[in-house]
């Protein structure tokens, strides 16, 4: 792994870096084994934003443009990455502007969290709708079955998760750990939305984790599975739980949609991988999801 600090201090002597920040756990109180440095940057001359990893340090860079914009709510909860932002520790701001984004984000008044989380909920309830047309009723089989599932778990953790957080003003963590965070931060004020999370994806401890690292053999999945066994070796196995079965949807889409051509070997591995006999599939899937969306919105 390079010098994160270098890398830093590369970025902060760049004329084109106008901020610089540090995001996620690693160097902090929270940090593990499996914390992988992650520096956020504002840059002149950029036309889109890109993310980039090398030697296990990840930038992500953004236009400069986007720290201006970014300062108005409005925009900001239409297209900036806010938890990023929120949660990030800026060492680099010349200009004060990611710090005031940071101050906005701080905070917000009841009646913004609470446009912000109908905003959530409304693409949350739009997908949903969407998967019950595409992967539900006569004439879907096993892949549809599947792709629900896939469709289901990407609502909750990457939209429904949020909302419910934005009734205690707190923001996601994206890290491997995730199943250990979200109970860390709302299964005691939230525990009917967090049981309908974890029942998605079908935990099952030290043992499920075992099997499911087992299956990434032949799939392509070499670095997943270097950080789900590190998230193993840690204790976190459903983080890495959760982790392999997003990945493993994530990019064998087209096997998912070509479910029935695949040799049996090869249905076996993704069938474990993804859970296909601890988790709900299909309708069931969706219909967790759709309960998690109404507790999302109550706040339970």
Same mark, same amino acid.
């Given at each position: 792994m390079?010098?994160?600090?270098?890398i830093?201090?590369?970025?902060v002597?760049?004329?084109?870096?106008?901020a @610089? +920040?540090? +995001?996620?756990?690693?160097?902090?109180?929270?940090?593990w @084994?499996?914390?992988?440095?992650?520096?956020?940057?504002?840059?002149?001359?950029?036309?889109?934003?890109?993310?980039?990893?090398? =030697?296990?340090?990840?930038?992500?860079r953004?236009?400069?443009?986007?720290?201006?914009?970014?300062?108005?709510?409005?925009?900001?909860? /239409?297209?900036?990455?806010?938890?990023?932002?929120?949660?990030s520790?800026?060492?680099?701001?010349?200009?004060?502007?990611?710090?005031? %984004?940071?101050?906005?984000?701080? $905070?917000l $008044?009841?009646?913004?969290? =609470?446009?912000?989380?109908?905003?959530?909920l $409304?693409?949350?309830?739009?997908?949903l709708?969407?998967?019950?047309?595409?992967?539900?009723?006569?004439?879907?089989? +096993?892949?549809?079955?599947?792709?629900?599932?896939? /469709?289901?778990?990407?609502?909750? @953790?990457?939209?429904?998760?949020?909302?419910l957080?934005?009734? %205690?003003?707190?923001?996601?963590e994206?890290?491997?750990?995730l199943?250990?965070?979200?109970?860390?931060? !709302?299964?005691?004020?939230?525990?009917k !939305?967090?049981?309908?999370?974890?029942s998605?994806?079908?935990?099952?401890?030290?043992?499920?984790?075992?099997?499911?690292?087992?299956?990434?053999r032949?799939?392509?999945?070499? /670095?997943?599975?270097k950080? +789900?066994?590190?998230?193993?070796?840690a204790?976190?196995?459903?983080?890495?739980?959760?982790?392999l079965?997003?990945?493993?949807?994530?990019?064998?889409?087209?096997?998912? /949609?070509?479910?029935?051509?695949?040799?049996?070997?090869?249905r076996?591995?993704?069938g474990?991988?993804?859970g296909v006999?601890?988790?709900?599939?299909?309708? =069931?899937a969706?219909?967790?999801t759709?309960?998690l969306?109404?507790? !999302?919105?109550?706040g339970?």
């Amino acid at each position: 792994m390079q010098d994160p600090e270098k890398i830093q201090d590369r970025l902060v002597a760049d004329r084109k870096v106008r901020a @610089v +920040a540090q +995001a996620g756990s690693y160097g902090t109180e929270e940090a593990w @084994v499996g914390s992988q440095p992650t520096l956020v940057s504002f840059e002149r001359g950029l036309l889109s934003p890109h993310t980039e990893t090398r =030697a296990g340090v990840t930038v992500q860079r953004y236009p400069y443009e986007k720290l201006e914009t970014w300062r108005d709510w409005d925009t900001a909860r /239409e297209e900036a990455p806010i938890a990023l932002l929120a949660t990030s520790r800026v060492v680099y701001d010349p200009t004060g502007h990611y710090g005031r %984004i940071q101050r906005t984000l701080w $905070n917000l $008044n009841e009646e913004r969290l =609470a446009a912000h989380r109908e905003d959530l909920l $409304n693409q949350a309830a739009a997908r949903l709708e969407a998967a019950r047309h595409h992967f539900t009723g006569p004439g879907h089989g +096993a892949q549809e079955q599947l792709l629900a599932l896939a /469709e289901a778990r990407a609502v909750a @953790v990457d939209l429904l998760y949020p909302a419910l957080l934005t009734h %205690i003003h707190g923001w996601p963590e994206f890290e491997i750990r995730l199943p250990h965070a979200w109970r860390a931060s !709302a299964g005691l004020r939230f525990p009917k !939305a967090i049981y309908h999370l974890d029942s998605l994806y079908g935990f099952g401890g030290e043992a499920e984790a075992r099997r499911v690292l087992l299956a990434t053999r032949g799939l392509g999945l070499l /670095e997943q599975e270097k950080r +789900a066994r590190a998230a193993f070796q840690a204790g976190y196995y459903d983080g890495a739980v959760r982790y392999l079965r997003d990945e493993a949807a994530r990019t064998h889409r087209q096997d998912l /949609e070509r479910w029935s051509y695949l040799s049996s070997a090869r249905r076996d591995k993704l069938g474990l991988l993804l859970g296909v006999t601890t988790s709900p599939l299909g309708p =069931a899937a969706l219909a967790i999801t759709a309960g998690l969306l109404t507790e !999302a919105r109550e706040g339970r």
